[in-house]
């Protein structure tokens, strides 16, 4: 999809939005609560949530167990986190 490029730093920045705030449930890219919602690659792929607008989405208004981030992180944090965790699950985290 276009947007602006992904830059190292939005990465790193991304890494560090969820490792405060997602890590607890998902570690390493595991669901903690849904096993078998987990974001790996194959997972966000099934459940539709294999692009940024899916998991900007999912991470502003939460879902299910999920709570909502919208009020508490900036959009711009949650683009980078967004960015992070669809980079690492390309990676195979």
Known sequence: SAG???YASDLIAGEQIFSAN????HAGGNNAIIP???LKKDALEENGMNSIAA???QVKNGKNAMPAFGGR????DIDNVANYVLNQSEQGW
């Open 4 to 6: 602006k490029p992904i």
């Open 22 to 25: 997602c890590s607890a449930c």
């Open 36 to 38: 078998d919602k987990t």
């Open 55 to 57: 998991i900007t989405t």
């Open 73 to 76: 992180l900036a959009d711009e």
